[in-house]
């Protein structure tokens, strides 16, 4: 067929004979569209290859040859475009000549197939004849053409009654502007055809023909191929980069290649070019533009990069800190008119420690408006951190669905809003597209949060809904590419968006199978918020295998015909395209929304029909949390459906768990290391994706990955997982070890088994506090492709310490210092034998009898030798011993040991509550420990406190209320505030500032009271109505410090002058452990006289606790009868030794005392000194008789005898009154023995 040449081979032996005509019939052969008769270029002709001898006919032509019709065809066929330009609109023109007459509404058709009708649909188009040689074409032709979109052919068509006569060439032009040229169209292109038919389109009439001549258009120069390529590819590396590539045509001089490389940066403008074609380039240089990220290269000598690969390299470039593989940011072209911008085809991926596409994102995208109302304009603002650079023209664009706003050009506000051009955004209401373009010479950096506002002028309204971070609300990069991703931080307005309704509705097709049928599954649901076109909805069906016939050759974990496209049916499978794309290893159903919207509110069904073969597990949960829907295009995260069918009575769960330690039959205990062995059988099979998750409370590991090994011995029936489960993960916060069934397998019905190793740092070990045996806080849950609820672990050991589970001491009665019942009560969680005696150690105890052999008594004195314990005292251990061959105390029992009264024991003055001190052990067997249990002894307040308080203050003045030095002062200490008396008696004498109450003693307790009662009267647990005018109660609990050694009271508040006591309860005890002093505000020695400070109280009252207060006696009508007083003062300093009672009446030393004496006193008594008489002085150390006589005026307000009396006595009570403040006195006499008044004798 190539040569045109028909070769006739003779068989062997055969010859053709000269005078025997020979006819050769051949079959198949197509004729030629025309030829003439006796057409001389058809030959024939006989040669040999048997050499000179042989006969030979050379060429010549057929003598013979029929004349073969052409008929209908086209003599000239020429198609030209205006203008001949790459991918521009065009006209188009076609001249035809036919070799033969075309009659009325017969049809040219002109097939363009490579050209785009700009409306991209069929269309009628006009034409003219304008360009024909004849003015009158146009008369031929209907006025329109019609354009077939599919076929890619224009027709024309010939009028009623017109003919186009053979050989008649007219021009067909259509309009302006109608047609789009592709890239190229080769010249002369066999792609264009032109044919003629009937009006119909029936009949041909003249075939398919290629034009003879047709317009080249040259294609705009593009890249075939190109590649970047870095030599230090890491995040703001700096150093060479090489651009490879061919182009579809030469590069002329003059003519330029642009590169946009999204986030590079250089030190200078003109960067170094290396390479050998380094000289095609205009200065070896390109021209680097850093606002617009652009590379200008000007070709200086003519570069045929079409025929070869060209490398050229941009010296020292500083790399962006992150770019995806093949990133399509890093765009090329020419200086070519229209030339298109085409991503560079190969470059690496650039990234740190986030790699695989998320290097590039959004760190910081944020909405946040104000007011939160929905559907009304708020100000809002926008907080968005890239984490690469934005430059000059770069584009974020926000996807708002759901905001409404009138204006397409949106002012902005905030700091940042100078980066965006015109300080304007554009607003796309149709695509609820927000479109931020950086301007010119700015920068959006990866280190500072672009902040920018929408005022609320602008009218741009909040949507009716939003769920938090709701995934409607999306943003991307456009020029510095970063794919679209939701918006990180999004707050909720409006109601909830929720999934209305969500139901799977199961039938079974028990016929399939008795167990694990396959199944119609129909799916529901309504939302209350709009879905958006070209949307995601998943729906799981966790444990549901799609097992088609294709499948059930492979195992159950492989995805081989099982992952892939499934039909959908029901009246809603349209909206998804029919179909849903199923994934194995995730048992998701993912359906993809045609470009049009699910609103709110619209019942959705569809369901996957028997067969499609999704087969049922054999147990299942009513309303199965592993059955889950998301909507992404609606802001719905992944919720479960509201209801699910149960299809079988069986609940999904284990048949056997089990957990062990080591080896068969080994102890051990908290903090050892041995394998752990795992044993599980589900009642379901776990496909890929599933999630085991172990709770292990307590236990530790080295590494949050823990390698999984094969049992040390296998057993029948035991599967071992190690095979395709080889790690798994531990969760040290959540105490948790998840194993994650991967790809390609699968976790069956039967018995599993898996170990962790204890060597190495491979190992768990063990919590160091006890585990029950089967303790209820091991579990086992399911998540991921299948769930199962959390379970107990049907099986494990104990794990417990070598301890005293139970260690309990009672005393009867638990009194400090006393001889009381010893009971113990101890449950040890190993065996206890001989020689491993049980100690206990017990500081503080004592034997009153000196007795170191105690006799035991209780239920559990058998198992002490000859029941006798041993007692040092100087140890304090008591001894227990054990008995030889003699019975073993078995883990787990409960032993009860007496020791009566009768052995001597005495309590400590203090132990606390479950004191620590109190130890015990069995020997070589359990180690030392505390006691768990044990009462409180000699727990109470300390005594005695003294306080000094001052009237109407709600706190006190001192702060060290226990001076233990006072126990041995004589006289004792009476008056807490008198700086002199505390000194006196050894005790702190700073009386501070106002502080709280602080009462010590020995494990104090929240629940103490304290209350305040006139000294005279005693302490008592029911004291009737602890209403006192002088103090308020107590208002709270006390503030317990130092471990109750400490309780400190706030709030106490005193009214009224005076002493009073402190009474305390404490565990229902009460205790006496005080006093205070309350005193008036006034400096001693001045009195309060009704809240007035003065230098001593009027007639009528006397001084108690530095406040005057009516005096009894001073309304004493007896006021006629002298009394006398004995008043006991210290002995005088005088010469020689005789005692002055021994003295002459004339004794210039007793004289003087005696004048003293009396004076002084009526100083203090205020009342003339003839009213004081000195009787007599007698011995036991200096007693002087004092006669107190009467006023002889019955008008004077003068104090009687009784009230002289009453008066020394206040005062002689009181150690910071002027009787102590008198320099005779205070040398003379000593303070009181008491608190109480002290009665002289008279």
């Known amino acids: 067929t190539t040569s045109g040449i028909l070769r006739l081979t003779f068989i062997g032996g055969e010859q053709m004979r000269t005078d025997v005509d020979t006819e050769v019939k051949i079959c198949c052969i197509m004729l ?10 058809l030959t024939i002709a006989a040669p040999t290859n048997e050499g000179s001898s042989a006969i030979s006919i050379q060429s010549e032509a057929i003598k013979s040859s029929p004349y073969i019709d052409p008929g209908s065809q086209f003599s000239f066929l020429q198609v030209m475009f205006d203008p001949a330009v790459s991918q521009q609109m065009c006209t188009v023109e076609l001249s035809v000549k036919t070799a033969n007459d075309l009659e009325d509404n017969q049809q040219i058709i002109l097939y363009l197939p490579e050209l785009t009708y700009v409306d991209n649909e069929d269309a009628t188009i006009e034409f003219s004849t304008a360009e024909s040689d004849n003015p009158l074409d146009w008369m031929l032709f209907k006025s329109e053409a019609e354009w077939n979109n599919t076929e890619k052919s224009l027709h024309f068509y010939l ?61 705009v120069r593009s890249f075939p191929f190109s590649e ?32 946009r490389l999204s986030g590079f940066q250089s030190d200078v403008v003109d960067v170094v070019l290396l390479g050998d074609a380094k000289t095609h380039f205009l200065n070896s240089m390109g021209r680097w533009s850093m606002p617009e990220n652009r590379m200008n290269l000007t070709i200086a000598d003519t570069l045929y990069s079409n025929e070869v690969i060209t490398e050229i390299t941009f010296y020292n470039m500083i790399l962006p800190p992150a770019l995806y593989e093949s990133d399509e940011s890093l765009l090329v072209w020419t200086s070519d008119e229209d030339a298109p911008q085409e991503s560079i085809q190969t470059s690496p991926e650039i990234c740190d420690e986030v790699c695989g596409g998320d290097q590039k994102t959004f760190a910081r995208s944020q909405i946040s408006f104000y007011p939160e109302e929905p559907r009304l304009a708020a100000n809002i603002t926008f907080t968005i951190l890239p984490t690469i650079n934005f430059f000059e023209g770069d584009q974020i664009i926000l996807h708002l669905y759901g905001f409404v706003c009138s204006n397409s050009l949106i002012s902005l506000n905030g700091t940042g809003a100078f980066k965006i051009a015109d300080e304007k955004a554009d607003w796309n209401a149709d695509e609820y597209q927000l479109i931020l373009t950086v301007g010119e010479n700015q920068l959006i950096n990866h280190t500072d949060p672009l902040i920018i506002i929408i005022l609320d002028d602008q009218n741009f309204r909040l949507p009716g809904l939003l769920s938090e971070n709701d995934g409607t609300l999306r943003i991307e990069g456009v020029g510095a590419l970063i794919y679209e991703e939701p918006l990180k931080k999004v707050p909720a307005l409006g109601d909830t968006k929720e999934i209305l309704s969500s139901r799977v509705d199961i039938e079974p097709y028990w016929a399939s199978s008795a167990t694990t049928p396959f199944a119609r599954i129909i799916v529901s649901f309504i939302l209350n918020a709009d879905v958006l076109p070209n949307s995601d909805i998943t729906v799981k069906l966790g444990g549901v295998l799609h097992n088609p016939p294709a499948a059930q050759s492979y195992a159950i974990g492989f995805s081989t015909s099982r992952t892939g496209t499934v039909d959908l049916s029901g ?28 609103y709110a509110g619209e019942y959705i069904r569809f369901f996957l029909e028997r067969d499609m073969y ?39 769960s284990w048949v056997e768990t089990e957990i062990s330690y080591g080896s068969s039959g080994s102890v051990w205990y908290p903090g050892e290391s041995p394998d752990f062995y795992l044993y599980f059988q589900p009642n379901v099979d776990l496909y890929p994706g599933s999630v085991i998750a172990l709770k292990l409370p307590g236990f530790t590991h080295s590494s949050t990955t823990v390698h999984i090994s094969a049992p040390e011995t296998a057993v029948a029936n035991e599967y071992d997982i190690s095979g395709y489960i080889d790690t798994g993960i531990w969760d040290p916060e959540a ?8 790809v390609g397998s699968a976790i069956v019905r039967r018995l599993n088994v898996m170990r962790i190793p204890a060597s190495g740092n491979y190992g768990f070990m063990l919590p160091v506090t006890a585990l029950e045996r089967n303790d209820p806080r091991l579990t086992i849950s399911v998540t991921g492709s299948c769930f199962l609820y959390e379970e107990q672990i049907q099986t494990s050991p104990r794990i417990v310490a070598r301890t005293f589970l139970t260690s309990i001491f009672q005393y009867y009665p638990a009194t400090k210092e006393s001889i009381f019942l010893f009971i113990m009560y101890l449950k040890p969680s190993v065996n206890i034998s001989y020689p491993a005696h049980i100690q206990i150690y017990l500081p503080g105890f004592r034997n009153s009898l000196s007795k170191t052999t105690i006799e035991i008594t209780g239920p559990s004195r058998g198992y002490i030798n000859d029941a006798e314990a041993t007692w040092n005292e100087t140890t304090e251990t008591l001894v227990m011993p054990t008995i030889y061959n003699g019975d073993v105390i078995v883990m787990d029992t409960m032993l009860e040991f007496h020791i009566e009264e009768s052995q001597g024991f005495i309590l400590p003055s203090t132990l606390n509550k479950d004191d620590e001190t109190l130890q015990i052990r069995s020997v070589n067997n359990i180690g030392w420990e505390s006691i768990k249990t044990s009462p409180k002894v000699g727990d109470q307040p300390y005594s005695p406190h003294r306080f000094c308080m001052v009237q109407y203050e709600d706190a006190v003045r001192t702060s060290a209320p226990i001076c233990a030095d006072a ?78 050694g400490e309780a400190i009271f706030s709030g106490f508040r005193a009214t009224l002058p005076g002493y009073y006591r402190m009474c305390y309860t404490h565990s229902s005890t009460m205790y006496d452990i005080g006093f205070v002093k309350v005193k008036p505000a006034c400096d001693a020695p001045y009195v309060s006289v009704g809240g007035v400070c003065a230098e001593r109280c009027p007639n009528s009252q006397k001084p108690v606790a530095g406040n005057c207060v009516l005096d009894p006696n001073a309304m004493d009508d007896s006021d006629g009868q002298a009394l006398m007083l004995q008043v006991e003062m210290g002995d005088a300093e005088v010469t020689g030794s005789t005692h002055l009672a021994e003295r002459d009446s004339t004794d210039q030393e007793l004289r003087y005392y005696i004048y003293r004496y009396t004076y002084e006193l009526a100083t203090l008594l205020n ?34 005898p009784a009230a002289l009396i009453s008066l020394l006595r206040a005062l002689q009570s009181d150690t910071s009154s002027s009787f102590y403040s008198n320099t005779f006195f205070s040398r003379h006499c000593e303070a009181p023995k008491s608190v109480a008044s002290r009665k002289q004798r008279v």
């Open 228 to 259: 970047l390529l870095y030599v230090n590819a890491v995040p703001y590396g700096q150093g060479d980069v090489t651009f490879r590539f061919r182009t579809n045509r030469p590069m002329f001089v003059n003519q330029s290649i642009f590169l």
């Open 967 to 1044: 126990t041995d002062c004589d006289p004792p200490l009476t008056d807490p505030c008198n700086a002199a008396e505390l000194s006196r008696c050894g005790c702190t004498s700073t009386l501070t500032s106002a502080v709280n109450i602080s009462i010590f003693g020995f494990n104090l307790e929240e629940s103490d009271t304290l209350f305040f009662l006139p000294y005279d009267e005693l302490c008592s647990l029911d004291p009737g109505p602890l209403y006192l005018e002088a103090f308020s109660l107590q208002e709270g609990n006390p503030e317990i410090v130092d471990d109750g």
């Open 32 to 41: 030629p569209n025309e030829s003439p008769e006796n057409d001389e270029s």
């Open 735 to 742: 105490e948790t070890l998840s194993l994650t069934v991967p």
């Open 571 to 598: 009246k809603n499978a349209p909206l998804f395209y029919n179909q849903g794309k199923w994934d194995h290893d995730t048992s998701t159903l993912t359906l993809r929304t045609k470009p049009e919207y699910i």
């Open 614 to 652: 999704f087969q049922l597990p054999p147990a299942a949960y009513q309303n199965d949390p592993g059955f889950t829907i998301s909507v992404s295009g609606a802001g719905i995260a992944e919720q479960q459906f509201l209801y699910s069918t149960k299809w079988v009575d069986n609940n999904k």
């Open 1167 to 1200: 009342c003339e000194p003839s009213r004081i008489q000195v009787a007599s002085i007698s011995e036991g150390s200096t007693l002087v008789n004092t006669v107190f006589t009467p006023v002889t005026d019955t008008s004077s307000t003068e104090r009687s």
């Open 159 to 219: 009028r009623d009654g017109q003919v186009l006569a053979a050989g008649r060439q007219i021009t067909l032009k259509t309009l302006e502007g109608a047609f789009q040229l592709p890239l190229a169209v080769e010249q002369n292109s066999d792609q264009i055809l032109v044919e003629a038919r009937s009006q119909d389109d029936i009949d041909e009439i003249i075939a398919k023909t290629t034009v003879s001549q047709s317009s080249v258009v040259p294609p």
